[in-house]
């Protein structure tokens, strides 16, 4: 009987960009699981029906992103035998979408460094939600003035590193002329309590005035110096043995002819 069946433990909502799946254990053997969401004010939603996974991906029916749910997670007899019993389930922590969902990586679009100015413009990440006419929300678009945007930045190479804070999607900020920088940008929601940082965009690093000596160090130069010296010896050195062997052939065939003369 439904009794007999283990609930589901360690249970744990995964989030990025309202993108969210709910993980639990165990494995089912010889039973399945049925996921039920229930929201504050909206209906019971059921998802991933009869199933033997671990795992649901529940965005779809956590679309009122400011609510706060839980998960019901439901031990379930294989679906012909007839058993009118409450099946045994397991309840998730809350969840609450808009204020635990991990701000994802910003794409950044492209930037230049011009004289003492170092542009940077960059992308939201997407939302798996859409508009009526099909494009997809961006996290810009669910959390309004809630989300804002830092980017860090320093002298390449080094580790002093500065920050700007922005709403819009590029950034301008004065550099030292002729000085590569390395910068990467960050999704933050202030007004949370946890979460509050989103996660980092790659690291891209400018190229102004970057010679061999910046991207490889002393070692090139020690290795061109070394060339160098050795192309300079052997333009001096080659052209003194090339004469000697000329005198050296010159003077055997004097000696040649003295000693045929003689003969």
């Not at 798996?128 to 494009?135: D, K, Q, R, T």
């Not at 999607?169 to 940082?197: A, L, T």
């Amino acid at each position: 009987g439904y009794e007999e069946l283990p609930t589901a433990v360690n249970i744990t909502w995964s989030s990025i960009n309202f993108k969210t799946i709910l993980q639990w254990q165990p494995k089912p053997s010889g039973y399945f699981y049925t996921v039920e969401i229930h929201g504050q004010t909206s209906d019971v939603k059921r998802k991933c029906i009869m199933t033997s996974e671990t795992e649901c991906d529940v965005t779809d029916a956590l679309r009122n992103v400011k609510e706060t749910y839980t998960a019901h997670i439901l031990s379930v007899m294989p679906a012909e035998m007839d058993n009118f019993e409450e099946p045994p389930f397991a309840v998730s922590e809350k969840f609450t979408p808009y204020s635990q969902t991990v701000i994802g990586k910003p794409e950044i679009k492209d930037y230049s460094q011009k004289g003492s100015k170092l542009n940077v413009v960059f992308k939201d990440p997407l939302t798996p939600y859409i508009f009526p006419n099909g494009s997809f929300q961006s996290i810009q678009d669910i959390f309004q003035h809630d989300l804002e945007y830092k980017l860090y930045y320093w002298k390449d190479q080094s580790s002093g590193k500065k920050d700007v804070t922005t709403k819009s999607h590029n950034f301008e900020v004065s550099v030292d002329s002729g000085k590569n920088y390395c910068f990467y940008v960050q999704g933050i929601i202030p007004s949370r309590r946890e979460n509050r940082n989103g996660q980092e965009s790659m690291v891209l690093c400018t190229s102004v005035g970057r010679n061999i000596l910046d991207e490889y160090g002393t070692e090139v130069f020690i290795i061109l110096a070394v060339i160098a010296v050795a192309v300079i010896t052997l333009a001096i050195v080659l052209p003194v043995v090339l004469c000697k062997r000329k005198k050296a052939k010159k003077a055997r065939v004097v000696r040649e002819k003295e000693l045929l003369n003689g003969v």
